[in-house]
């Protein structure tokens, strides 16, 4: 069973930093890319950043680019997102995803986490 655990969400204030996990288990990733997704309610799963398999080819969206940084261990199987800079519009649930290639696409996604609450107060 393929199972993939985000965490280090919470709630932080306007300029404060956060770093999520996401933990794969299950099955071994190192030859996939993975993703970060966000959500907020009565809109769209949005792309947030990807990562090839290697770690080589990095996938920013506009509006995180200079702020999140994308990671991963393949060592660990896991993949981390640096957040700084934090601001109100980038509350959201964050979901970590396994994808065959490295995209901004969800649909291309086949694994999702369960996802973690980020909240940042002006």
């Known amino acids: 069973q393929v199972q993939l655990v985000e965490s280090g969400g919470g709630l932080v204030q306007a300029g404060d930093s956060l770093r999520l996990s996401c933990a794969a288990s299950?099955?071994?990733?190192?030859?996939?890319?993975m993703g970060w997704f966000r959500q907020t309610p009565g809109k769209e799963r949005e792309f947030v950043a990807a990562?090839?398999?290697?770690?080589?080819?990095?996938f920013y969206a506009d509006s995180v680019k200079g702020r999140f940084t994308i990671s991963r261990d393949n060592a660990k199987n896991t993949v981390n997102l640096q957040m700084n800079r934090l601001k109100p519009e980038d509350t959201a649930i964050y979901y970590c995803a396994v994808s065959r290639s490295i995209n901004r696409e969800a649909p291309m996604y086949n694994y999702w986490g369960q996802g973690t609450q980020v909240t940042v107060s002006s």
């Open positions: 990562i090839n398999w290697s770690g080589q080819t990095t």
């Open positions: 299950g099955r071994t990733f190192t030859t996939y890319a």
